[in-house]
Nanobody
Framework: QVQLVESGGGLVQAGGSLRLSCAAS????????MAWFAQSPGKEREFVAA????????YYADSVKGRFSISRDDAKNTVYLQMNSLKPEDTAVYYC?????????????????????WGQGTQVTVSS
């Protein structure tokens, strides 16, 4: 089992920045690809960003490319999402997820169904 706990959400004005953290406990953090998803009211959970287990590869949704950055620190069992130039449409609950499986690459990492573990989410609200 891997337990994931997100933090760092809050209220910020448009154009501002936030850094989300996701702390993992339980089984070893390394070896898992990690991702962030966002869910707004009335919408499905959407892919935001993912990082491979080696941290060599990162993937982003087109809507956040150039504004958000995902990173991981395996020594701290933590994955981060740096969110810059925030827009009101970024408002959502952000979830951290962990995946370990036989398949790799963007087509898998952006699919919420492949993830083995999820955090409880942290609210991000961007005011205009």
């Amino acid at each position: 089992q891997v337990q994931l706990v997100e933090s760092g959400g809050g209220l910020v004005q448009a154009g501002g920045s936030l850094r989300l953290s996701c702390a993992a406990s339980g089984r070893t953090f390394s070896g898992y690809a990690m991702a962030w998803f966002a869910q707004s009211p009335g919408k499905e959970r959407e892919f935001v960003a993912a990082i491979s287990e080696s941290a060599i590869n990162t993937y982003y949704a087109d809507s956040v490319k150039g504004r958000f950055s995902i990173s991981r620190d395996d020594a701290k069992n933590t994955v981060y999402l740096q969110m810059n130039s925030l827009k009101p449409e970024d408002t959502a609950v952000y979830y951290c997820a962990a995946y370990r499986g036989a398949y790799y690459g963007r087509s898998y990492y952006q699919d919420s169904h492949v993830y083995n573990y999820w955090g409880q989410g942290t609210q991000v609200t961007v005011s205009s």
